[in-house]
Each structure stands twice: as C-alpha cells, then as structure tokens.
Nanobody
Framework: QVQLVESGGGLVQPGGSLRLSCAAS????????MGWYRQAPGKQRELVTT???????KYTESVKGRFTISRDSAKNTVYLQMNSLKPEDTAVYYC??????????????????WGQGTQVTVSS
C-alpha cells in the first residue's frame, strides 16, 4: 500500500554534487521520520541521515557539513543534497520512512517502508 521511489543517483567526479529524491505514494495518512541509508560493496548498510516530521535532522559524522537532508511534506518527498562528494561516498543509497496509511480494512496502519535504492558512484 505504500511505495518509496528514489531518483537522482549517478556517476560524479570527486568534489561534485548530486541531489537524491524519494517520493512516497499510496494511501498515506501521515509520515513520521524519514531518512537515508547507504550500503557500499562488501559493507553493511549504514544510516546516513534522518529528519523528523518536525524538521529535526541528524547526520553521521562522515557527512556532516557536506550532506543536507530536507523534506516537502506536501509532496511526501525527502531529499538528500550531497556536496563535496568523495570516493568513499560510493554506495547504493536507500530512503526510509515511517508511514501511516489506510489499510485494506480501512484502519490506519504503520509501516517502516524502504525504497529500491539508487546507485551513487564517485570516481574520476
């Protein structure tokens, strides 16, 4: 009943920028915290950044000052602006959201929803 669709990944040179987007769709009632995770080859998925419904943000240390998370509640969309990209930022990036939606029984249910992932490659 809920889908998250990411876009905006690609290949960029070191020092470059990319902007990722993640749009939620479905019978959505509300969205709580949203965030971005990433998984590099041979490594575990790690949390990159989160934003609450009230706009409070947190970042993992390695991206502070370079990445910015934001959200547009009217569009059910979360963004990740990535600047000063480094080769170690190369990974598949996944968005995540705590979504309240209307279930098949017309009741409100919550789901921890994930996008399909978008590849970000930083290389010269």
């Amino acid at each position: 009943q809920v889908q998250l669709v990411e876009s905006g990944g690609g290949l960029v040179q070191p020092g470059g920028s990319l902007r990722l987007s993640c749009a939620a769709s479905g019978r959505i009632v509300s969205i709580g915290a949203m965030g971005w995770y990433r998984q590099a080859p041979g490594k575990q998925r790690e949390l990159v950044t989160t934003i609450t419904s009230g706009g409070i943000t947190k970042y993992t240390e390695s991206v502070k000052g370079r990445f910015t998370i934001s959200r547009d509640s009217a569009k059910n969309t979360v963004y990740l602006q990535m600047n000063s990209l480094k080769p170690e930022d190369t990974a598949v990036y996944y968005c995540n959201a705590d979504v309240g939606y209307i279930s098949g029984f017309a009741a409100v249910a919550r789901v921890d929803s994930w996008g399909q992932g978008t590849q970000v490659t930083v290389s010269s």
